[in-house]
């Protein structure tokens, strides 16, 4: 089973960037589906997460700046990342969880996922 990422770059602070999650063989309409992104010398962090009936979470830090939605006839889902900072910088990764959404302090539970795209860089820097 694989999630591919795309989307990621480098940005420059207040600019925006919009990154895809898709798979080939999972009807992502039917998974909870999360980002996270780990940043260099950081612990990994949820960032976002839509629930199989389409319900979003966000963490408080990107609430406002970032959207995620769902295309269900591209079976892809998409984080779109306005006003991005430089403490967003990090390579971000699409994951999915089979059983639906486990929220821990309002964010999908990384440990909860079952697949893992390989991820896709974004640097915001002037």
């Known amino acids: 089973v694989q999630l591919v990422e795309s989307g990621g770059g480098l940005a420059q602070p207040g600019g925006s960037l919009k990154l895809s999650c898709l798979s080939s063989?999972?009807?992502?309409?039917?998974?909870?589906i999360a980002w996270f992104r780990q940043a260099p010398g950081k612990a990994r962090e949820g960032v976002a997460g839509?629930?199989?009936?389409?319900?979003?979470y966000y963490r408080p830090s990107v609430k406002g700046r970032f959207t995620l939605f769902r295309d269900d006839t591209e079976n892809t889902v998409y984080l779109r990342m306005n006003d991005l900072q430089p403490e967003d910088t990090a390579v971000y990764y699409c994951?999915?969880?089979?059983?639906?959404?486990?929220?821990?302090?309002?964010?999908?539970?990384?440990?909860?996922?079952?697949?893992w795209g390989k991820g896709t860089l974004v640097i915001v820097s002037s």
């Open positions: 063989e999972m009807v992502l309409r039917t998974y909870c």
């Open positions: 994951a999915a969880d089979v059983w639906g959404c486990t929220v821990v302090d309002g964010i999908p539970d990384a440990s909860s996922m079952d697949y």
């Open positions: 839509i629930s199989d009936d389409g319900k979003a």
